[in-house]
């Protein structure tokens, strides 16, 4: 979890991939109108983010009910937010927090192609996020470093936890 640029699609893909588990990109489960808002610069606002958030808790929830493991992308960037997605997984769910500086979010964003969330959304996300260090469950790792170095934080900080 965390802002726009921080790398939660490659480093939840590292996770899922050395944890064996499923992957679903946070992203894909925004209604259409959320993607068309943000692609022209507007901010979500939390009636926005309320069915994106419970088809994030559908997906958590039908795989655990399964009993399978899941690793999802997902801004989460408020702490009711969090809580409604732990309420929805039954509180079987860790946060891997990725944290920097905003002049590094802002390079990574710079740098990428064809994505639809704007740098210029990232001040607003910044102003919404509720760091949720020191949250029970929450894992935090500092991203300047590589994708690698950074799933293995997270891989080491999610086995310290229990």
């Not at 949250?135 to 991203?143: A, L, N, Q």
Request: net charge negative; glycine share 12%.
């Amino acid at each position: 979890m965390g802002v726009s640029g921080c790398g939660k699609t490659s480093v939840a893909e590292g996770l899922a991939m050395a944890l064996g588990a499923a992957f679903i990109e946070g992203d894909s489960l925004h209604p259409a109108a959320n993607v068309e808002k943000m692609s022209h610069g507007i901010p979500l606002t939390d009636e926005d983010r309320g069915p994106w958030l419970d088809a994030i808790g559908q997906v958590l929830a039908q795989a655990l009910g399964k009993g399978a493991s899941v690793v999802v992308s997902c801004s989460a960037l408020k702490r009711a937010y969090r809580d409604r997605l732990r309420q929805a997984a039954g509180g079987a769910l860790a946060f891997v927090f990725l944290k920097g500086s905003r002049e590094l979010l802002v390079s990574r964003m710079a740098a990428r192609q064809g994505h639809f969330m704007p740098a210029s959304l990232l001040d607003s996300q910044l102003a919404t996020l509720e760091d949720p260090s020191g949250e029970p469950g929450v894992v935090t790792v500092d991203i300047d470093a590589s994708v690698e170095e950074v799933v293995a934080a997270a891989l080491q900080g999610l086995a310290s936890r229990g």
